[in-house]
């Protein structure tokens, strides 16, 4: 069946009530933050108790539009996280798998207290058992040759290290939270199968929907801004040339093994 990448302008929550339950295999999500970042037509800056409802309005329609054996990832800053892990968890049942950490190694600094280096991300499924995880899509070079290391790669851990995309990079959007396309890399990766339904409900610059037309996934796509539909639209139409944090480490043969250092174990 041809693919089918799919941009929608409007609000997420109107939109996925349009959406029949158990559409999509897949939900990975990057809301706003509440973090007052300025997204031309929306107002990033709610009152505490609003934007927790704004969380449980829009995790109520994701809930109910994943497929049985489906999952969710949601993208969170560390104000909220805890409160929206109450809410998967307690609130919808949602099974919790990892809260992963992107450790993004550059940014703002702060004179009084840590600067902050991290986003997180949470992943839940819908059944405790039931969900697609292909690890073997996702395995990371191996730290050392050692024969009881598993040379196709090791698991990438909940800690995931890439740089911010920085505004001098040529892949770069007119966008102020723009993602790596290496974090919804490893999430479409793991999380779908090619052919599999997607959904970001806040799509932005179309940072996941470049990857899910690279990867053979369907997609669709949600944001509020006209503009940022258009962005997505043009990026989705541009000369692919790879991933904008693309580690060159994954070509090599990682099945040598360095028999020298072996025989030394
Ligand atoms: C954190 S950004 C997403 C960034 C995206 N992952 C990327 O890599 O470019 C959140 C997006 O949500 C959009 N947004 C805010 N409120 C929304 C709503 N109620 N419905 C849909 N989109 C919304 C904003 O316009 C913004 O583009």
């Known amino acids: 069946m041809a ?4 941009t929608i302008c409007g609000d997420a929550v109107t939109e996925m009530k349009k959406f029949p339950d158990a559409s999509f295999r897949l939900i990975a999500a990057d809301p706003p933050y509440n973090l007052s970042k300025n997204y031309g037509n929306n107002q990033d800056n709610l009152k505490f108790t609003d934007y927790l ?3 449980r309005s829009w995790l109520k329609e994701a809930k109910r539009v994943l497929t049985d054996d489906g999952s969710i990832y949601v993208f969170m800053g560390m104000r ?3 409160y929206v892990y109450i809410i998967l ?3 919808f049942g949602l099974y919790f798998n990892s809260w992963i950490t992107w450790h993004y190694t550059q940014g703002t600094g702060k004179t009084r207290g840590y600067s902050p280096r991290h986003d997180d991300i949470l992943f839940f499924t819908k059944h405790p058992q039931n969900f697609v995880f ?3 899509a996702i395995r990371v070079p191996q730290k050392y040759y050692r024969a009881r290391n598993n040379m196709q790669g090791a698991n990438p851990g909940n800690v995931w290290e890439f740089s911010h995309v920085h505004y001098c990079n040529r892949d770069r959007k007119q966008h102020p939270t723009q993602k790596p396309e290496a974090l919804f890399e490893r999430i479409i990766l793991a999380s779908s199968d090619e052919g599999d339904k997607v959904l970001d409900p806040f799509v932005g610059s179309g940072t996941s929907l470049r990857v899910c037309q690279q990867t053979n996934r369907n997609a669709t796509g949600i944001d509020i801004n006209p503009e940022y539909i258009a962005m997505t639209n043009e990026r989705l139409a541009e000369k692919f ?3 904008d944090s693309f580690d060159d480490r994954v070509n090599r043969n990682t099945m040598q093994l360095n028999l020298f250092s072996c025989e030394m174990e």
């Open 3 to 6: 693919q089918r990448i799919i």
């Open 53 to 55: 409802e704004f969380s």
């Open 80 to 82: 909220y996280i805890s």
């Open 89 to 91: 968890e307690q609130e």
């Open 134 to 136: 292909n690890l073997d």
């Open 241 to 243: 040339s790879g991933f």
